[in-house]
């Protein structure tokens, strides 16, 4: 071979083994991340209903606002209540809701302080028998996320571990494992992660971080492999360049 | 040889009689080729199937990858099944029968001519241009022999006293130019104001003519309208890997594309073994000299004067494939550039061009033919990009069974295609097509910017080049998919899954890897070579007579003496 075409052989191997190497390190970063299937925002709530439906006759408070403990919330007057307590039900009022045994009249309190995310009950409407509000206590949020995962994956997670949450507004929050469990379906192993955000916490109920809104999670799994350091000196690198 | 107990009652025994009678075109191909057609279609329709498809970059880097190979494909089996019809017509075998005047004592290659009642004046030119004087001497004396009265002449541009020699001691004629303008084309062109003839046959200094060429040949020129009669390139050296896989790469094309191009009239020229009509050349300024592939254009310019072109299937001539990678890179380079030159400079669709649709189409196919070659590279690709980004080309709901069952559909009735119709199957071919992408990729960027290839190798010309100048891209290629194969090997060991990018992946790499084997060989040979010329004289080479041809004994006449004949009379 000519001198000339040697210089552009070994070049040219030079300039594919960087490439390889620096490829493989992006798999290796990739095989050490898991791409949630689904993931949604929890946070502590509890849902306000009843077995008698009937007709809102009083409304004290809006959807979207904060409530105190065992504030007021809304008042039915039930016809199949008032049936039943003329029948001989005995019905005594609990921290939930206060009953007008006279009337057939319910009024429902708040049982925990937050926001009152969902209400179905509007003055004048008539409520079917089931859920009728729902109180979200703003700065419990956490997450939860669904994984499929290869039995050599989930062995990689770890309690503690770290974890990427991206809202629906792309902007993006470190989060930790603090709870795992799995359930095998129809063959395929589904691992539930639940993740505490801390900066979901501090941040108040808006319309994208309130429960159920999805998110997508990224779970970074243990690496004892020998490529861990480069790759972990890859990433770094890509992030102070700005690249990620 | 069969043995049994019946008399055999003529020159046959059954194997010959049967190879005499065969039927171009049997009914059980035309059906593998319906077959085959139908494979490609369920290719087609499973890779276009938008519930199949995967991540989309490398579905679309498939899809018009094996778009190119499906549609090329099905426009090669249009033109197989085109071509049954046998062009020697009526006319052909009447003009044939009073072709040759016998002349009692006179050898055949003295016997007069006679077409349409008039004696047609044939020369036939061997073009030389630095190749052994062996090879040269082999050929011309071939060339002598031919039936038929002609004049055989030494066109040669490397400007050999050897050669001189030898076309005074075997007693044809020799040309040699000052310049080597216009390479083989300007060297027929100016052979062409020496030699008046009505009709001139071509033929390399490798291919050995078969001394009934002109009687096949010639009567076709009955009809007015017929500028040259091409024949196959045959190979009789099919020898060694590089030479088995580029002359079996040729068979379909000169055994079953070329006769049904015949049916489009749009069979090409292919620069050796052809006979032309000397006044259709003059009639569009002599071969054309401002390609390197001056055949297909030369046929071009006929075609668009509306010449007719008839290509024999008639192996009339016995040549070499290129043996070494250095040859076959060059070869290739120069073929693939000339078709993409016709794209870009001479597109067949175009308004200007006056070609029949028929011939439109076939030249578009000659045109872009290459690009098959090129995409194979960009498929090698493909295996990576699951490898090291996890984007597949189908969905991971097409389960590997399936893939597998709807590629076979296309690849392997293309090679039992092959195998019917050609009687074998090489896998040198399909090492050869893997490979030689970055050839053809070569020569599109230089059809694309018209600048010649300049090769950067030995500066000495004793010593042979290795073949590795010519492979730098397959041998980066073959290190590419190797690290990514073992990667991918290392990933499907860590996830305990079996992935088919890495089974593509390391196939491929194998694939590669026997190309560089074969070029480590090719090597070697060299070296030894080298270290043994310098240990003792070089050794006469001496080259044997290819098989299919029976190469008459040289007569010795000294009653014709070789003249030369210089640029300008000089001498």
Known sequence: ?244 | MHHDDILQLDRHVPSTRRAASDQHHSPLLIVLTLLATLGVLLYASFLLNPNNRGDLVPWLVVVLAEGVLVVHTLLAMWTVLSGTKDPRTYAYWAARDSLLVRRGQEPASRWELSLRGRRPGVEVFVTVYGEPVETVRRTATAALAIHGEHRTWILDDGRSDEIRDLAEELGCLYLRRLSNTGAKAGNINHALSIAKGDFFCIFDADFVPHPEFIEHTLPFFTDDTVAFVQTPQTYGNLSNLISRGAGYMQTMFYRFVQPGRNHFNAAFCVGTNVMFRRSAVHEIGGICVDSKSEDVWTSLRLHERGWRSIYLAKSLAVGDAPETVEAYTKQQLRWATGGFEIWFRANPFSPRRRLTPDQRIMYGITSTHYLTGIVPGALLFVPPMEIFFDLRPVNLTVGVGQWLLMYAGFYLLQVALAFFSVGSFRWEVLMLAAVSYPIYLKALVNALVGREQQWHVTGSTTRTASPFNFMVPQVLTFVFLALTGAVGVWQNLVTGRFTLGTAWCVTNALVLGAFIVVALGESRRNRRAVRSARRSPPPTRTVDPPVPVAVPRPRHRPDRVARQVLDGGRA
């Open chain 1, 1 to 244: 071979m000519t001198w000339r075409n040697r210089l552009r052989l070994w070049c040219g191997l030079l300039l594919v083994v960087g490439v390889v190497a620096a490829l493989t390190l992006v798999v290796n970063q990739r095989s050490r991340q898991a791409f949630s299937s689904n993931a949604q925002v929890g946070a502590e709530l509890s849902t306000i209903g009843s077995e008698y439906g009937g007709v809102v006759v009083e409304q004290y408070a809006e959807k979207g606002d904060e409530v105190e403990l065992g504030q007021e919330l809304f008042t039915i007057s039930s016809l199949s209540l008032k049936r039943d307590l003329s029948n001989g039900l005995q019905s005594i009022s609990t921290r939930a809701y206060e009953v007008d045994a006279r009337h057939g009249r319910v009024t429902f309190l708040a049982p925990m302080a937050g926001t009152l995310t969902d209400l179905r009950a509007e003055r004048g409407t008539f409520l079917a028998a089931g859920e009728m509000a729902t109180i979200t206590d703003g700065g419990t949020q956490y997450v939860t996320a669904q994984f499929r995962l290869t039995p050599e994956q989930y062995g990689r997670i770890r309690i503690g571990g770290e974890a990427q949450v991206e809202l629906p507004s792309r902007s993006r929050m470190p989060g930790t494992v603090s709870d795992v469990s799995v359930q095998t379906s129809e063959g395929v192993a589904v691992t539930t992660v639940e993740l505490a955000v801390p900066r979901l916490e501090s941040e108040s109920l808006a319309s994208l971080n309130q429960p159920g809104s999805p998110v997508s999670v990224t779970l970074t799994l243990a690496d004892s492999g020998i490529l861990a350091g480069p790759t972990d000196s890859l990433v770094q690198f890509l992030h102070r360049v700005g690249v990620r």
